[in-house]
């Protein structure tokens, strides 16, 4: 099996989206939650660039705050997504078995 | 009773703000370059005090850089600028379609009673929000559109939740200077992701010029399995 290609951060973001379309906001907040704190600028690159690869779809999407409209991106997962981080899952999957059937021994 | 729509001549662009529950937004991209037309629809409960009509050119120039793509299910906020690269046929068709789906719904689920006008919303952001924008003119527009954008948005969020929870003359003076200050410091940190990028790419186009793809590749591929031995 080839090394994913796909980052560490890259699985985790892929991750937070797999129950569906989410904010920018709750992407970051659970990054943050995984020790990894990136500034808002830092985080819509690195966004930019999961949709540059064809893992996510961003749009923004009009909402409400005190009276005034404003936008928030949200990402959704792709097929490609999906299939990029069952990849990784994978990868580490049958090499982490076959770590411990080794430590078993 | 269908509305009706009269084409006038070209006076200024302008911008029709309902509040409804519309789903038709023109995108900002398709509004360039066309005539400007005038809409007259009779018989049609805007909420615009004057008349059945649509706002005079006055006061539409202030909503003139209103941001467009306003959209909200919640609150039936909708809000476009017609005048655009289509042909006043075509407006006319469109606007005709859109209004036709609001005029479907009850009154009472398409506009709101509290008797504020958007135009007063909108502008109610276009004061130090608007000076905002002057600091992201350093950035070139991909940046800006890719990177800044969003996480104004959210500065933007966080500002307007900020600002109803002290309303008082002082402390709006103190949160706009507040997020006057994050917004400089957020447009570093745009320029600063750009150019890390920018760098990052460049560093990486050198080690494959130098040494080659496969070499590169080879090189990551023993880094990895150095590193899972461990």
């Not at chain 1, 069952?86 to 982490?96: N, Q």
């Not at chain 2, 309303?167 to 992701?193: C, H, Y």
Request: hydrophobic share 40%; aromatic share 12%.
């Amino acid at each position: 099996m080839p090394i994913p290609e796909t980052t560490h951060l890259q699985f985790l973001v892929l991750g937070a989206l797999l129950d569906g379309e989410q904010s920018g906001r709750y992407v970051r907040d659970k990054l943050a939650e995984a020790g990894h704190k990136k500034s808002g600028p830092a985080f819509y690159q690195f966004m930019a660039r999961l949709e540059d690869m064809g893992f996510v779809e961003g749009r923004y999407e009009a909402k409400v705050v005190e009276g005034q409209p404003i936008k928030e991106r949200v990402y959704t997962l792709t097929g490609d997504g999906v299939r990029a981080w069952e990849e990784v899952r994978d990868f580490y999957l049958v090499h982490s078995g076959r770590v411990l059937r080794r430590a078993g021994q | 009773m269908n509305p009706r729509f009269k084409l006038g001549p070209a006076i200024d662009r302008k911008m029709l703000v309902i509040e409804a529950g519309c789903e038709y937004v023109l995108r900002p991209d398709r509004m360039l370059g066309a005539d400007d037309v005038e809409v007259r629809i009779d018989d049609f409960p805007f909420r615009n005090p004057k008349e059945d009509q649509l706002r005079t050119i006055s006061e539409l120039a202030v909503l003139q850089h209103a941001r467009i793509e306003l959209w909200d299910r919640h609150t039936r906020i909708c809000s476009w600028t017609y005048a655009e690269t289509d042909t006043p046929d075509a407006v006319e068709g469109w606007l005709r379609g859109t209004l036709l789906q609001l005029r479907s719904q009850p009154e009472s689920e398409a506009f709101s009673n509290d008797g504020s006008s958007i135009s007063d919303k909108q502008t109610a952001q276009h004061g130090i929000t608007r000076f905002w924008d002057l600091f992201s003119v350093i950035l070139p527009q991909s940046v800006r559109e890719r990177v800044y954008e969003p996480a104004r948005q959210e500065l933007l969020d966080d500002y307007l939740s900020v600002r109803g929870k002290f309303p008082t003359k002082w402390g709006t003076r103190w949160i706009n200077f507040a997020f006057t200050v994050r917004i400089a410091v957020m447009v570093a940190q745009s320029l600063r992701a750009w150019l890390g990028d920018k760098a990052l790419a460049w560093l990486w186009w050198l080690l494959i010029a130098v040494v080659g793809d496969g070499v590169v590749r080879g090189l990551r591929c023993l880094f990895f399995q150095f590193f899972g031995r461990l």
